[in-house]
């Protein structure tokens, strides 16, 4: 599905179901412990158990917490750009739109500093698992990044239930003991849905740092106008977004008919709702292929929609926010500083490489 008036109610349907059965996954992924993995996290459960689920990882998201990550994010934009300031130039995802991500989710979970780099390439590798389908040359780095992770989050959680502290796998171990015993989160639950907030964390984020710095180089009467009106920020960042979504296609499973364009799609089916196509409807969004940054109103569907709407997108926001403002406020004529690569994937939209002139 590619039209926005299709797409948005599908993204809402309790038709259309985000759990899959076995097959499916070994089809997508291969045989390994991705498998299981998926047969636990939020985003591929239906209520109760995504109801259940979300409940208490909201909860673990506080607006303390979020408060105390905002300030995180904008001294480390400011500690891995400032090689930058010196050389005049920089590579926007390898110095910032994959680090910066990383280094969030490892202070949101409670990852030490000393892990850090460990903890580096097996998230990346983990994002591989994600794809609507696993190429096979990828299968066996997915399902390492999941058994890896999983040993690594399951020994982090004994020692946080023996000593809590101000991060998000402590707010989930609180949250767990507040509820009602039939309402709780499995150990293997906590764990799982911990490794998910490694791709949920930094994927998108990612991608949306990297998308919107090669927009602006693409744009620079945009990148202009933002610098001249920094109130532009937040609806700059929505435009983004919308412009080249971070994630293009998700997918649904049909439990029971369901009627789309005039024909029916029967049960067991599955549906591709392309949200970067829907996000480009000239029904929906006039000019759809201009950059707009103070485009309103602009209800892009780039984190979802329904039950299952993006649970990180307020932090996903706060970096996008935070990178790009610290790019122009230090680049007085942000520029390419050499060839801009494509990262090739059908589902994520990114790049390997985008080299910036600071000056």
Known sequence: MSRYDDVA???RDRRLSHEYPPEYHEFSTGEGPAQSFFQRILLDRDAPDHTRLRKLMAQAFSPRLLQRMHAYVEQQVDELLAPALE????????????????SVVCELVGIPPVDRDLV??????????FALY???????????????????????????????????LSRMIEAEDAEQPGSRLTAEEIVDNTVFLFFAGFETT????????????????????????PELMQSAVEE??????????????????????????????????????ANHDERRFPDPERLDI????????????GAHHCLGAHLARIEGRAAIGWLLRHAPALKAAGEVVRRPSVTFRSYRSVPVALK
């Open 9 to 11: 109610p599908l993204l």
């Open 87 to 102: 050389r005049g130039t920089f590579d926007a995802v390898t110095e910032l739109a994959f680090p910066l991500p990383v």
């Open 120 to 129: 580096r390439p097996y998230a990346l590798d983990l994002a591989k698992a």
């Open 134 to 168: 696993v190429p096979d040359e990828d299968r066996a780095a997915a399902h390492g990044a999941v058994s890896w992770l999983r040993e690594y989050i399951g020994d982090l959680l004994r020692e946080r239930r023996a000593a809590l502290g101000e991060d998000l």
């Open 206 to 229: 990612t991608n949306l740092i990297a998308t919107s710095v090669a927009a602006l180089l693409d744009h620079p009467g945009e990148a202009a106008r933002l610098r001249r009106d």
């Open 240 to 277: 983004f977004l919308r412009f080249d979504a971070p994630i293009q296609a998700t997918a649904r499973l049909v439990r029971e008919p369901v009627e789309v364009a005039g024909r029916t799609v029967r049960a067991g089916r599955v549906l591709v709702l392309l949200l970067g196509s």
């Open 294 to 305: 103070g485009r309103a109103p602009n209800p892009h569907l780039s984190f979802g929609g």
